[in-house]
């Protein structure tokens, strides 16, 4: 498995952009489906973005076209570049990793997560 640390979380009024790092160890880094999460108060998790190890995206709708993510395989690290966030964005914000065959939302491997505050 990868071992996973979020970074980049906080408070941010609405209409603001907050970008988001995950630190990810193992050798495997690269080969792996890297993603984005979210889970809001009262709410199930839900998948919010993916990248593959090629750079090819997928995105839930609600943030196609606010959200970006991106890997750089030798840092080890994917991002989420967030902009023009809304309230309704507020939530834990979980980093996670899975094989090729997964993609673009089964993951195996989970960060502890980032809180995210986006305030009206």
């Known amino acids: 498995q990868v071992q996973l640390v979020e970074s980049g979380g906080g408070l941010v009024q609405a209409g603001g952009s907050l970008r988001l790092s995950c630190a990810a160890s193992g050798r495997t880094f690269s080969d792996n489906n890297m993603g984005w999460f979210r889970q809001a108060p009262g709410k199930e998790r839900e998948f919010v973005a993916a990248?593959?190890?090629?750079?090819?995206?997928a995105y839930t709708n609600s943030v196609r076209g606010r959200f970006t993510i991106s890997r750089v395989n030798a840092k080890n690290t994917v991002y989420l570049q967030m902009n023009s966030l809304k309230p309704e964005d507020t939530a834990v914000y979980y980093c996670a990793a899975g094989p090729p065959t997964g993609w673009p939302s089964g993951m195996n491997s989970w960060g502890r997560g980032t809180l995210v505050t986006v305030s009206s």
């Open positions: 990248i593959n190890w090629g750079g090819i995206t």
